[in-house]
C-alpha cells in the first residue's frame, strides 16, 4: 500500500472538501483519502498511480499536484 500526499487548490468551502475526497476515495486501488481544507493538502492510501489522482480531482474541477516534501 503507498501513501501519497496531494497539494490541492482551488478549494473554498467545506462543500469543495467533500468533493474532491469523493473524487479521490472514487478511483479503483484507493483505500481512504483525507482532505483538508485549511491547508490544502490530501492524504491518500491505497495502490495507484498519482497522475489518476491528480486526473480525478481535475475533473472535479480542482488542482492537484503532489506535494512538496
Do not use: F, W
Not at 498511480?49 to 512538496?68: C, F, K, P, S, T
Amino acid at each position: 500500500m503507498t501513501k501519497i500526499e496531494l497539494d490541492i487548490t482551488g478549494m473554498t468551502c467545506g462543500h469543495c472538501q467533500a468533493g474532491v475526497t469523493r473524487a479521490l476515495k472514487g478511483v479503483p486501488g484507493v483505500t481512504d483519502a483525507q482532505v483538508d481544507l485549511k491547508t490544502g493538502k490530501a492524504v491518500v492510501n491505497g495502490d495507484t498511480e498519482l497522475q489518476q489522482l491528480i486526473e480525478a480531482v481535475v475533473e472535479e474541477g480542482y488542482g492537484a499536484q503532489m506535494a512538496n516534501r
